[in-house]
């Protein structure tokens, strides 16, 4: 083992004290006793115990989660439609054009996204009158829309990695494609599904920009309603709202994370004791 | 063939019943005119080939010639651009690789990760009309035959490389196909494993029954694996036989010089009387005899090739035709052979295998450096080759 460069240790821990001070002392804030934003009074959990009995707060939690896992799991169903394609059909005519107009929603600016999906929507309403009014189909297509290109993306990539030969192999032994499918290609992929899952749903649950260009009135997510709340000046119970929404996402990323990262090192560890057998 | 065994040749009377075969059925497996072009490349041009069944057939070849794709066309991976493939003497070519009763096994083993060895060797049965225990049965059947009975509940991850080769060779033979296709199936091997493995091979086939189709790149495995053989190249077909035919009468330099170690020479017939032609070999420094071919006129330009392990080496110069004088070059001793390198007076090099038959000691040698020496060799032994 080489020593571990001094500098790129500092520089580490400035990165992550940068980003998660303010994200730990909102947390902390949250259980504060005082109503002064900014000022401590002592540890309360009384903030968490009003959003419970806030009806409004809890009405946006259960539309953001209703919104977060509708769009994720059809997302995730296009998505893996759209990476098994990309992966596995590799001489259809436009593949090229088809794969980059995949993924280039991946470096959009959000504020593109979400006009471009707003004015789609004024469009559709104008012309085939659905959907009549903007609300929870308006935002649920548009988080699908967006939060498809990253199953894409992930499911893409572990095909590639993947020995097409398995597939090839379970027909051979006689079964039909769909067959191969359900037997062979999905239960390979399935580490990647479920993280695609994962994080279209934190994706969607966290979002603000594209669910302001396309949500209509009455149809309030949290992180619209801490958006707004917001406005009206930082108050305890916002924190509390953010560290639930924070806690959340956290689980989403993390859990996705590790299924990846545990595929990945079982696959690694695969190789290895192969290259050991042949040895 | 009525010519004198060589190690070759033993080697192939250990398909007896290929051979027996060999005379009275019409081929299993039929690949007429077959084409395959990616675009405006050519993988596979042509390809006629006739198998038997119960033969260990091989596909020889380099890499790039054409033999995986040649294999999957069978398979039905690939369908050819032109010609047709008949197994049984029904026609295979549009039918889908699920609906052939060909297996294959590839040559990455393609085993299901997510699956046990009993799963995997299990898995095409479940296609099949069979009953629960059958099937069991079946599978405890094929594991016992390649001696992986304890390793049935582990992953493919959790055995070793030649294990896991053994699964993927009892899972394709679990459906009892007609046609089994193996696609390099002991390049992943290190050398001893290859060895023992090749043996095991012949010994399933033999049990089985099943007619193979080894794809190889090793010439050494096709000739002790196959009762028949074929040398491709560039997506042809050059010679179609056994063993000891396509290694004792090439019909292309290029045969001649892929099976085994050769030596050329440029030459010119002379005269040709019934089946002994006389050709003037001026890289040799001499005219000699060779068995002619069909289609020789005096004055014609032609190839003369001859084995290294064909050649006799001695001090005294031989009776006979063939007789030819040079000087000791190089001189390697093997322990069963030695291998000498004879500069010929027009300054070629030439190649020449000798079997130490004999005990003797360090200054009894046949030859030593820089010793002249005679060469000779029958003429039956010499081979003459057109392109
Ligand atoms: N799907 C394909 N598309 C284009 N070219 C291919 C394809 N498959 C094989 N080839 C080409 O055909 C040639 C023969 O390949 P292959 O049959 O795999 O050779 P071998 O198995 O004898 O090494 C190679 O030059 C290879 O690049
Ligand atoms: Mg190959």
């Known amino acids: ?279 | 063939m009525s010519e004198p065994a060589t190690n070759i040749g033993a080697k192939v009377a250990q398909f007896p019943r290929a051979a027996a075969l060999a005379e009275k059925e019409p081929p299993f497996i039929r690949v007429e005119g077959v084409t395959k072009r990616f675009g405006s490349f050519t993988a596979v041009s042509s390809v006629n080939l006739e198998i038997r069944k119960g033969e260990i057939f091989s596909l020889l070849g380099g890499s790039g010639c054409g033999k995986t794709t040649l294999l999957r066309m069978l398979a039905g991976f690939e369908d050819p651009t032109e010609g047709r493939i008949f197994i049984d003497g029904q026609d295979m070519t549009d039918l889908p690789p699920y609906e052939r009763p060909v297996n294959m096994m590839f040559q990455s083993y393609a085993l299901f990760p997510h699956m046990t060895v009993e799963k995997n060797v299990a898995y095409g049965l479940k296609h099949m009309d069979m009953t629960a225990s059958q099937r069991a049965d079946r599978v405890r059947e094929m594991l016992a035959l390649v001696q992986l009975s304890d390793f049935s509940h582990r992953k493919p991850h959790q055995i070793s490389g030649g294990q896991r080769q053994r699964v993927a060779l009892a899972r394709a033979l679990a459906k009892q196909p007609k046609l089994l296709l193996l696609d390099e199936p002991l390049a992943a091997l290190d050398k001893k494993l290859r060895e023992a493995t090749q043996f095991e091979l012949m010994d399933i086939q033999d049990k089985t029954g099943t007619t193979f189709i080894v794809v190889t790149h090793d010439q050494e495995e096709a000739m002790t694996l196959s009762s028949r053989l074929a040398v491709m190249d560039k997506g042809r077909i050059m010679q179609t036989g056994t063993a000891t035919e396509v290694y004792e009468y090439p019909n292309s330099k290029l045969v001649a010089g892929f099976i085994g170690s050769i030596n050329f020479f440029e030459a010119t017939i002379r005269d040709v009387r019934d089946d002994v032609a006389t050709v003037d070999a001026p890289e040799l420094g001499a005219t000699v005899e060779a068995r002619a071919i069909p289609g020789l006129s005096p004055g014609q330009p032609i190839t003369l090739a001859i084995r290294p392990e064909k050649l006799t080496i001695s001090r005294s110069k031989p009776e006979g035709p063939n007789a030819i004088s040079g000087k000791v070059r190089d001189l390697a001793y093997f322990g069963k052979d030695s291998l000498y390198r004879i500069e010929l007076p027009s300054g070629r090099v030439l190649s020449i295998n000798s079997v130490n038959s004999r005990r003797v000691g360090e200054n009894e040698r046949v030859a030593d450096w820089e010793d002249a020496v005679w060469l000779s060799f029958d003429p039956s032994s010499a081979i003459l080759l057109k392109d």
């Open chain 1, 1 to 279: 083992m080489n020593r571990r460069p001094v500098f790129l240790i500092t520089m580490l821990c400035f990165g992550f004290a940068f980003f998660y001070i303010p994200i730990i002392s909102m947390m902390v804030y949250s259980f504060n006793g005082s109503r002064l934003a900014t000022v401590w009074g002592g540890f309360s959990t009384k903030w968490y115990i009003s959003l419970l009995s806030n009806r409004q707060v809890l009405k946006a939690v259960i539309l953001s989660l209703e919104i977060a896992v509708l769009s994720a799991t059809v997302a995730t169903i296009l998505g893996t439609m759209a990476g098994i394609a990309m992966a596995r059909f590799k001489r259809f005519r436009g593949r090229t054009l088809f794969s980059g107009l995949v993924t280039a929603p991946l470096v959009m600016p959000e504020v593109i996204t979400g006009i471009a999906s707003l004015m789609l929507f004024i469009l559709m309403a104008e012309y085939i009158g659905w959907p009549a009014t903007r609300g929870f189909t308006t935002v649920t297509l548009a988080h699908i829309t967006f939060s498809m290109v990253f199953v894409t993306t992930i499911v893409h990539s572990r095909l590639v990695q993947a020995d097409e030969a398995i597939e090839e192999a379970a027909m051979d032994l006689g079964s039909r494609p769909w067959q191969v499918m359900k037997d062979i290609t999905l239960p390979v992929i399935s580490p990647a599904i479920l993280s695609g899952w994962l994080l279209a749903f934190t994706i969607s649950l966290d979002d603000v920009v594209i669910t302001n260009f396309t949500t209509g009135p009455g149809t309030t997510t949290l992180p619209i309603l801490i958006w707004s709340k917001v406005k009206l000046g930082v108050t305890p119970d916002i924190n509390a709202l953010a560290t639930i929404t924070v806690v959340i996402v956290g689980i989403g990323v993390f859990t996705a994370g590790w299924l990846l990262n545990r595929a990945e090192k079982r696959r690694e560890l695969d190789i290895q004791l192969a290259y050991q057998a042949n040895q």
